[in-house]
């Protein structure tokens, strides 16, 4: 099922901002994970757990490391369920 | 060179009856009980429906984010340290010359459970990343470490129901070998949930006083039935005494001593001889040079259990012998319940108020005061202490036969 960009955007602002306590405003395509949003890599674990939960998308381990930025994350989760 | 003394210099507490030092004190001096019926479906199920919570719960003191990368007893380890640090005044210290010794007697037991629930419910998946630092027994200590950037060591104590004395011991010796400037330590516990609970139960440690959950920890009464679960945390702030004077350090009064040792007698039950007590006063007593004569007041181990109030009366009492009469003891976990490795270290902040303000905490729920008792109990209302220099007592002991016995000192 096709998933659009927005959405995936809108719904991984609730995720980041639930586990990092980053507010959503803040959080933007650009933004970087670790350097911004103070995401460690406990913490990346939970937000790609609640992303493949809530858009229904696998995303494995060795592709974790090459989502850099929010951007890259929603990039990956649209392709992934296309 | 004359051996470094130690003084208190901050003071945190999350406890069942207030949210800080300041409100716990002033519930102890009232004599309000901590201990309420637990709502949880999960409680009616068990022999024993009701513990002391704290009185207010973490979510009211921390920001969201934090609450859930942190156990409960980690939460409270960093409650009670904020509010020490704070208290001291936030000393500017190389991070070298701090250290923290934070101890738990059972660790993150509430998280291991909650997350075995979902491995067995959702699967390996969906187990939380952050599992292992949350179940730790070191946790409480390593992220008060963490916060502070503590560099001289962190360290965690784990002797059951002794753990947050032995803990602030630990901080003593770690101060006296100039390993360090100042140590953050105490002692926190968060096991209010079925599992351990029922463990207790099964051993007959609990009360089931269920009609009257808040007589139900009586420590010294005829009828005590077993002690009441309780959770939180208690934080000192010590220091070196020249470097708290240096600083113009608020000083509350000075740690002076220890005495450690252990029973090898049972697994659980206190030796009825307590000869083990008697020997960690009389180290303790050694260690701060001080005498009998010194001592006015004594916060009791006593738990509520029939077998150990008793044998730790009576251990006081051989060891104290004549002078045990001039000593007034106070068992605040009729008020506070039980928090195991928390205990030491919450009934050692309320030494420290004890020997500010003079006046020792009473011990509530004494309908009929057990004739087998033959120490001076405080009941009822706080009394006063005698001006001038007095020292207290703090003793522990925990499952497995550790004895520790503190000693407090005006200044």
């Known amino acids: 099922m096709a998933l659009a960009p927005a959405d995936v955007l809108a719904g991984l602002k609730e995720i980041v901002e639930e586990v990092a306590g980053i507010p959503a405003a803040s959080i933007e395509l650009d933004k970087n994970f670790t350097e911004d949003l103070e995401v460690d890599s406990l913490s990346m674990v939970e937000v790609v757990v609640a992303a493949e939960e809530r858009f229904g998308v696998k995303i494995p381990d060795e592709a974790v490391t090459d989502l850099v930025t929010v951007g890259d994350a929603v990039n990956f989760i649209v392709n992934a369920a296309k | ?411």
């Not at chain 2, 089931?208 to 702030?237: C, H, K, M, W």
């Not at chain 2, 976990?333 to 003079?358: C, N, P, W, Y």
């Open chain 2, 1 to 411: 060179m004359s051996r470094r003394r130690v003084v208190v210099t901050g003071l945190g507490a999350t406890t069942p009856i207030g949210g800080d030092v300041t409100t716990s004190w002033s519930a102890l001096l009232a004599g309000t009980s901590g201990v309420r019926n637990l709502t949880e479906e999960w409680a009616q199920t068990l022999p024993v429906h009701f513990a002391a919570r704290v009185a207010v719960e973490p979510s009211e003191q921390m920001e969201r984010v934090e609450l859930r990368r942190l156990d409960r007893s980690e939460q409270f380890a960093i409650i009670a340290s904020r509010e020490a640090w704070k208290d001291s005044g936030s000393p500017d210290i190389d991070k070298e010359r701090l250290g923290v010794v934070i101890a738990s007697g059972i660790g993150g037991v509430t998280t291991l459970l909650d997350q075995y629930d979902i491995l067995r419910e959702k699967g390996a998946r969906l187990v939380s990343p952050h599992t292992v630092p949350m179940l730790m027994p070191n946790g409480p200590a390593a992220n008060v470490g963490l916060e502070l950037q503590a560099r001289a060591g962190v360290h965690t104590p784990v002797s059951a129901c002794a753990s947050g004395a032995e803990a602030i011991g630990y901080a003593l010796e770690m101060i006296r070998n100039n390993r360090a400037d100042i140590v953050v330590s105490g002692g926190v516990e968060a096991a209010i949930h079925a599992m351990p609970m029922s463990g207790f139960a099964a051993m007959k440690a609990l009360s089931t006083r269920n009609d009257e959950p808040q007589r139900a920890s009586r420590p010294y009464d005829l009828n005590r039935d077993g002690f009441v679960l309780g959770e939180g945390g208690g934080i000192l702030v010590l220091e070196e005494y020249e470097h708290a004077v240096a600083r113009g350090a608020k000083i509350y009064c000075e740690i002076a001593g220890q005495g450690l040792t252990s029973d090898g007698y049972h697994i659980a039950a206190p030796d009825p001889d307590g000869v083990g007590v008697q020997r960690a006063v009389k180290f303790a007593l050694r260690d701060s040079g001080l005498t009998t004569k010194d001592i006015v007041h004594l916060n009791a181990h006593a738990t509520s259990t029939p077998a150990g109030d008793v044998a730790e009366a009576n251990a006081l009492r051989a060891a104290l012998g004549a002078d045990a009469d001039h000593v007034a003891v106070s068992a605040t976990k009729s008020m506070t319940g039980h928090l195991l490795g928390g205990a030491g270290a919450i009934e050692s902040v309320f030494i420290v108020k004890t020997l500010q303000d003079r006046l020792a905490p009473p011990t509530i729920n004494i309908d009929d005061l057990d004739p087998a008792v033959t120490v001076d109990v405080v009941r009822d209302k706080p009394r006063g202490l005698p001006g001038g220099d007095i020292a207290a007592l703090n003793d522990s002991f925990g499952f497995g036969g550790h004895n520790v016995v503190l000693v407090f000192k005006s200044i």
